[in-house]
């Protein structure tokens, strides 16, 4: 869901990024009905979408690296060390974001990212967080899922705000 709600939040702004979705678990499997239906409220089409696991390759290669937990963002971490200036849960980079301010005109993206990172301790990897963590529905009422669908696009639209609202 945060793929495709940060993808048309870019399209929206005429920003041309790639954003691709990959996680920790799951190789092919299609998303839920319940998200896909979802999904079309916000006038996302994702019922061609199927699951992959993030690669060493992937990681290594994204300008940023969005988690929507600590427990996928140490994954990424492990997975592709080099990954770390660029790996964040999304509730920490906007968290960061808005501490350093958004991204200036014509600043490049790296250098933002290099400036939400400074400071950033790998220890803080460890545990959970309910600061950090944004809650998983699966296996959730339909409610669940709509509630977290809400959360995901105030938080992308956010993290557009202060990442690429001044390009």
């Given at each position: 869901?945060?793929?495709?709600?940060?993808?048309?939040?870019?399209?929206?702004?005429?920003?041309?990024?790639?954003?691709?979705?990959?996680?920790?678990?799951?190789?092919?499997?299609?998303?839920?009905?319940?998200?896909?239906?979802?999904?079309?409220?916000?006038?996302?089409?994702?019922?061609?979408?199927?699951?992959?696991?993030?690669?060493?390759?992937?990681?290594?290669?994204?300008?940023l690296?969005?988690?929507?937990?600590?427990?996928s963002?140490?994954?990424?971490v492990?997975?592709?060390?080099?990954?770390?200036?660029?790996?964040?849960?999304l509730?920490?980079?906007?968290?960061?974001?808005?501490?350093?301010?958004?991204?200036?005109?014509?600043?490049p993206?790296a250098?933002?990212?290099?400036?939400?990172?400074?400071?950033?301790?790998?220890k803080?990897?460890?545990?959970?967080?309910?600061e950090?963590?944004?809650?998983?529905?699966?296996?959730?009422?339909?409610?669940?899922?709509?509630?977290?669908?809400?959360?995901?696009?105030?938080?992308?639209?956010?993290?557009?705000?202060?990442?690429w609202?001044?390009?």
């Amino acid at each position: 869901m945060a793929a495709a709600l940060l993808a048309r939040r870019l399209a929206g702004l005429g920003v041309t990024v790639p954003v691709h979705s990959a996680g920790m678990i799951g190789c092919g499997a299609p998303p839920q009905p319940e998200v896909v239906s979802l999904m079309a409220s916000y006038g996302i089409e994702i019922g061609s979408h199927r699951s992959r696991i993030a690669s060493a390759a992937d990681l290594a290669c994204a300008s940023l690296v969005l988690a929507m937990a600590r427990d996928s963002l140490r994954y990424a971490v492990i997975t592709e060390p080099q990954a770390w200036p660029r790996t964040f849960t999304l509730k920490e980079i906007i968290r960061r974001g808005e501490q350093i301010g958004p991204r200036r005109h014509g600043e490049p993206f790296a250098d933002w990212i290099s400036r939400a990172h400074a400071g950033r301790e790998r220890k803080w990897l460890l545990g959970d967080s309910a600061e950090d963590d944004v809650a998983d529905p699966a296996g959730g009422s339909l409610r669940a899922y709509a509630d977290a669908a809400a959360v995901l696009d105030r938080l992308v639209t956010r993290l557009v705000e202060l990442a690429w609202a001044a390009t």
